[in-house]
């Protein structure tokens, strides 16, 4: 966790003379602080990799009342035309927070600025998976270290963070993103889950961008009947997107965190079966990835393929490592479009609320079934 130190380090100077409001925070966050924006993360229209926050994004934050001396945190980021408030509301991570106590942090997209000529934010709210319109920043000197740096700013505030236990997860471009962020910054996630996400690296401009998640830039469909279509009105990824597994894991292991030779963070994959905005073969995709990453096949290793037995219209396959411990995971649910999976109840692994297209009941409350992949819940 070395990456995070050098970071809270920043942190301790840019905020070295707001000794009373962390004070005053501090009391307040005893009590608990629900959903809200964190209106002291400081901003960085110049995207000057030297200060926090070079992504220019903005934190949105919940913490439960009564806080244990160490909690995990969990990242959630939206997808493209919505926010964090659309993104909490949706999956319930708050209130899995509140019950097993662990901190839930909301990156959120910006329109566009323009500062000195330097450009931030996003006309769709995307969060820039693919670079900044196809042009790749370094590691740490834009939206991916913002992020992380909202991680440091809740240790000024002098709460305790499980370091061995941040996670990140995310939504349609926010399922993108998590890849991201779980090659650029494997020191600091333990594990992450991509919801309609895309593998790293998969695009290097805004066209492959697309191509990789099987759309023309109108959102309609790349085609109809062209190689690797499996139905009308489904996404249909471009097959020169696709990558062997080796493949796949260069990507990350040579634009990755460079040097890296720790253990990789543990990843649940998601998707639906009829996604008509990101193909479902995106799925296998980062499966071929993360399994390469953590040096195993691609075959499954789980005797059963559902993980809810009450609710059999899903496929669920683990690859684990020769020890027994699963390292990788996916999930797809045939009928499903592009949509956050939720089932809104009072039992035990229900949740979520219902939201049109974009949040279903589909009989699986996706954000259960991951942080007890994580094991952050019962």
Not at 52 to 73: C, F, I, R, T
């Amino acid at each position: 966790m070395r990456h995070l130190s050098l970071i809270l380090s920043a942190f301790v100077i840019f905020f070295a003379n707001t000794t009373l409001a962390q004070e005053k925070a501090n009391t307040e966050w005893a009590q608990g602080k629900p959903f809200y924006l964190v209106e002291d993360f400081p901003a960085n229209s110049e995207q000057d990799p030297v200060f926090p926050n070079p992504g220019n994004l903005k934190m949105y934050l919940h913490v439960p009342a009564d806080m244990p001396a160490s909690a995990p945190v969990v990242v959630v980021l939206h997808g493209c035309m919505k926010g964090a408030e659309q993104i909490m509301s949706w999956t319930g991570w708050n209130d899995l927070a509140d019950k097993h106590k662990f901190y839930v942090i909301y990156p959120q997209q910006q329109k566009p600025q323009v500062w000195n000529n330097i450009r931030t934010g996003n006309v769709g709210l995307c969060f820039s998976w693919s670079g900044r319109n196809g042009k790749w920043k370094a590691i740490g000197h834009g939206e991916d270290r913002s992020i992380v740096d909202m991680i440091g700013y809740l240790k000024t505030k002098g709460h305790g963070i499980d370091e061995k236990r941040i996670f990140v997860t995310g939504f349609s471009a926010g399922g993108a993103m998590t890849n991201l962020m779980l090659a650029h910054y494997p020191d600091v996630f333990a594990g992450g889950a991509p919801l309609a996400g895309v593998p790293y690296r998969c695009a290097d401009t805004l066209k492959q961008g697309f191509d990789c998640m099987g759309v023309k830039p109108s959102f309609l469909t790349r085609s109809n009947n062209g190689p690797g279509c499996e139905g009308l009105g489904e996404a249909c990824m471009d097959p020169e997107r696709k990558k062997t597994p080796e493949q796949w894991r260069e990507m990350v292991t040579s634009h990755g965190k460079p040097g890296f030779d720790g253990a990789y963070p543990r990843v649940f994959i998601w998707h639906g079966g009829r996604d008509k905005y990101v193909d479902d073969d995106n799925l296998q995709e980062q499966m071929k990835q993360w399994t390469a990453v953590h040096g195993l096949d691609q075959k499954a290793d789980n005797a059963s393929t559902t993980l809810k037995e009450t609710y059999a219209d899903h496929i669920y396959s683990e690859y684990q490592d020769k020890g027994g411990n699963v390292k990788v995971a996916t999930l797809i649910i045939p009928r499903m479009f592009h949509a956050v999976p939720v089932e809104p109840g009072e039992g035990k692994d229900q949740g979520g609320k219902e939201a049109g297209n974009h949040a279903v009941d589909y009989g699986l409350y996706s954000s259960y079934y991951i942080a007890r992949f994580w094991g952050i819940v019962d």
